[in-house]
């Protein structure tokens, strides 16, 4: 039997969660998300200030709810990369200074392969391989093919802006409450979703979303008086349509029809409906509570690198 301790603070959420073998028996996170409303986005001097002053009181909460004794732990987990390198080193001390303490396993975890295995989390059985995994943040879009827990190629990613932040920043461009894309999310509206904008790429092309978030800023600095909810509606559904023409052109490539989708985006209303309108493919989303940056990817992930 192991317990897995796992500690994930690569930007601003201090998330601390405790595993028996495979099972999730508590999962804490500290957020100062409503702090960076006011600033319009994360600060990372702050961020990383933030998980000084509450991992502590995380850990212990994390113990408490669990109901295991700290000397029970037999690994200690921490998200290494990618992330705020302030916030990162937070993580790898505290990491590091309780695995001396215990003599315990210390392992550092790519944040990237916590996310792609999240749809797993209380569901292992959905782990079968291979299968393609989307992960779609406001810091990454990448698409994997896996065929393994360690055997994983990067088969498309974007060439500039991850489709969260560029849903952020037309958030922003229209003076929506931060996190925008959460904002676009909650104003979508069907019949408001047909502003002329850019084509879309070719399917085999990169992931691309510049062009978009340039004509969503042109356009409300050009415009005096706009439909804002129109601008934000026709922008998100280009998005969406873009993630889904890409997720039908590599699973009929690699002739693969188990497609799992993480990362903060995945929680996207939208998204969800379009990806459960897809036929012929078995469409894994992740659950809603595990979208965001939590520790209990970093576990669940731990725990499969273990078993």
Do not use: Q
Not at 219 to 245: M, P, Q, R, T
Not at 284 to 302: H, L, P, Q, S, V
């Amino acid at each position: 039997m192991s317990i897995i301790l796992a500690i994930e603070t690569s930007c601003d959420d201090t998330s601390i969660a405790l595993f028996k073998d495979n099972e999730l028996l508590a999962l804490e996170t500290d957020t100062s998300s409503k702090e960076y409303n006011k600033l319009g986005g994360i600060v990372p001097e702050i961020a990383a200030r933030k998980h000084e002053e509450s991992i502590n009181e995380v850990f212990k909460k994390c113990l408490e709810h669990a109901k295991i004794n700290i000397n029970d732990i037999t690994h200690i987990a921490y998200t290494a990369t990618p992330g705020l390198p302030g916030s990162l080193h937070v993580g790898k001390i505290f990491a590091k200074s309780l695995s001396y303490v215990l003599n315990v396993k210390l392992i550092p975890i790519d944040h990237m392969m916590g996310h792609l295995y999240s749809f797993g989390i209380g569901h292992k059985e959905n782990i079968k391989f291979p299968f393609l995994g989307l992960v779609v943040s406001g810091g990454n879009t990448i698409l994997y093919k896996l065929d393994g827990v360690n055997d994983h190629e990067i088969i498309n990613a974007t060439t500039d802006d991850a489709v969260g932040e560029v849903l952020d920043k037309i958030g922003r461009a229209l003076e929506w409450e931060y996190p925008g894309g959460i904002s676009l999310d909650k104003k979508y509206e069907e019949s408001k979703s047909n502003l002329k904008i850019i084509e879309h790429l070719p399917a085999s092309t990169n992931f691309s979303f510049s062009g978009i978030k340039t004509f969503a800023t042109n356009y409300a600095n050009n415009h005096k008086k706009f439909d804002k909810v129109a601008l934000g509606s026709s922008c998100l559904k280009w998005c969406v349509e873009d993630i889904i023409i890409k997720l039908k052109y590599y699973s009929d490539l690699y002739n693969i029809n188990r497609i799992a989708v993480t990362g903060g985006v995945a929680a996207n209303a939208l998204l969800n409906k379009e990806l459960n309108k897809i036929k012929d493919k078995k469409i894994f989303i992740c659950e809603r509570k595990y979208c965001g940056d939590n520790a209990a990817m970093i576990g669940f992930y731990t725990s499969l690198l273990i078993y």
